[in-house]
Every structure is written in C-alpha cells, then in structure tokens.
C-alpha cells in the first residue's frame, strides 16, 4: 500500500491517491459487494480539474523521463554525501536517491547527539545564507531533498554549500563550547 500526493500535480494543486495491490483490491472488492458499496472518499475528492493537472503531470514526467533523470543524480547524490563522513560534525550519512539526512554530533567517536536543536538551527541558518534551502529535523539532522530535475552540476554547488555551512557550524560549536 502507498499513498502519494504534492509530486501527483507538482504542488499545483491538491491531489492525493492511495495505491493498493491487486490482491488487497480483491478482498475489499468481496466485502464491498457483501455491502453493496465501497464507500470511502471526500466531499471535494477527484476534483476534474486536480485530476487534470494530474495527468498532465504524469504525461510530462514519463515524456520528459524525470524518473529515469532522478534515479541517476540520486546515485550521484548519494556518492557525494559520503565525502561528509569525514566532517568532524557528521555522524552520519543516510539516504536514497535524492533524499537524505546528514546527522550532527558533538561527539564524532561516540556519536553522542547535542543537547539541544541549536547546532541544527545554526546549520541550517548557514546554509540559507550560503544560498542552500533545507530543514533541520530530529534537532541536528539537516534534511536533504533536493527537485527531481537538479542536475549533476547543481548536486556538486550543494555539496560545496553544505560543506561551507559545516565548517562555520563548526567554528561555531568550537567558540562556543558547545556540546
């Protein structure tokens, strides 16, 4: 079972769907017919003109093959975030495709997490004002979800920004004896 939504019409419009298997689909169909309906929606559920904006975004992303694009710079995503290992602020590094998290520590050796959500909000200010948009989660891990079209080169000047902000969090935490 999946459900899905802001990526059915690229955040134009509400939409949303929920995704069941055929086996899944086969049971309710059964109870449903015992019932005489399958009652399930809302009032404003299937709107026309979401479901267009919809569809029209589902036929630009396979003519486009955004997917296809987003699976390959995933794979460089990826590959890119593990130079952060080295950070002595990263405990770790985790992800799939083009989302991820890098985790902060005050303690590299035994990953022991800041006490507070401060080291993540300076983070993530620093980042801002070095031209990168991302959000902090959890307090110190700064969430990394980048549009399905980034390019390669785009990947590469996020992981330049990322590190800059690293590095003044770092002297931050330092100055301040932050642990």
Do not use: W
């Amino acid at each position: 079972m999946m459900s899905f939504a802001k990526g059915l019409s690229a955040g134009y419009l509400p939409i949303s769907a929920a995704v069941i298997s055929g086996d899944m689909f086969d049971v309710i169909k059964e109870h449903s017919q015992k019932a005489g309906v399958f009652g399930h929606g809302y009032t404003y559920g299937g709107h026309p003109v979401a479901c267009a904006v919809a569809l029209k975004v589902l036929e630009i992303y396979e003519r486009d093959r955004v997917f296809e694009h987003a699976s390959k710079v995933g794979a460089y995503l990826q590959q890119r975030l593990c130079e952060l290992d080295q950070h002595p602020l990263v405990g770790e590094v985790r992800g799939v495709g083009l989302i991820a998290a890098v985790e902060l520590v005050a303690n590299k050796q035994t990953g022991t997490a800041f006490q507070d959500g401060r080291v993540g909000a300076y983070a993530q200010s620093r980042c801002q004002e070095n031209g990168l948009i991302l959000r902090t989660v959890a307090g110190s891990s700064l969430a990394i979800c980048p549009p399905l079209i980034i390019t390669e080169a785009e990947i590469d000047e996020l992981i330049q920004q990322l590190m800059t902000s690293l590095d003044e969090t770092l002297a931050y935490v330092t100055t301040h004896a932050i642990n």
